[in-house]
């Protein structure tokens, strides 16, 4: 059986180095378990060390594949194709996600987690992006939801299982 595995995480991540040692770990145990798909997004020094650490260990076990799942660009040429591979064996843009706008992040993380029977997740509960202006020509701000709780959320939602390297 091929499984997937998903990661989504906060922009910045303390502790880099321990939080990678506790991922090879994980990750050398779903791949153990029959896992070879994983799937990334983008934007987060989280979602790099993911990368780094999934591609690191394709030398030890060459039956993986690194997905990339865009939030825009749904039509591709083949001419542009080569560019959007780069460093992946398979690239995504689902269905409606390009068309969401500024929800197009939080689209594609559900949709990564659709595609996931695990995902891996840097969450801290406590974390509060900063304060945003309601419009551009507002005097009033609103506290907007960080976008890995968004996800973190409809993960536990959809019953998914959830290994938090936060904690």
């Keep these: 059986m091929e499984g ?29 378990q029959g896992t070879t ?35 825009d660009y749904p039509e591709i040429t083949e001419s ?15 269905k409606g996600v ?5 929800a197009s992040y939080v689209e594609r993380n559900q949709a990564m987690i659709m595609a996931s029977d695990i995902c891996i997740f840097y969450y801290n509960k406590d974390y509060q992006p900063k304060r945003r202006k309601e419009s551009k020509h507002s005097i009033g701000t609103y506290q907007p939801k960080s976008g890995t709780r968004i996800a973190y959320e409809f993960a536990i939602s959809k019953k998914k299982e959830i290994v938090n390297l936060y904690e």
């Design 4 to 32: 997937a595995c998903c990661f989504i995480g906060h922009r910045n991540i303390e502790k880099a180095s321990e939080v990678q040692e506790k991922l090879r770990k994980e990750l050398r145990k779903l791949i153990e």
């Design 37 to 71: 798909r994983f799937i990334f997004g983008d934007h987060s020094e989280f979602n790099t060390l993911c990368y780094d650490t999934v591609t690191e260990l394709m030398q030890e076990y060459p039956q993986i594949k690194r997905v990339k799942f865009r939030k």
């Design 80 to 94: 542009v194709k080569q560019y959007f591979f780069n460093g992946y064996e398979d690239n995504i843009c689902p």
């Design 98 to 102: 390009a068309q969401s706008g500024r």
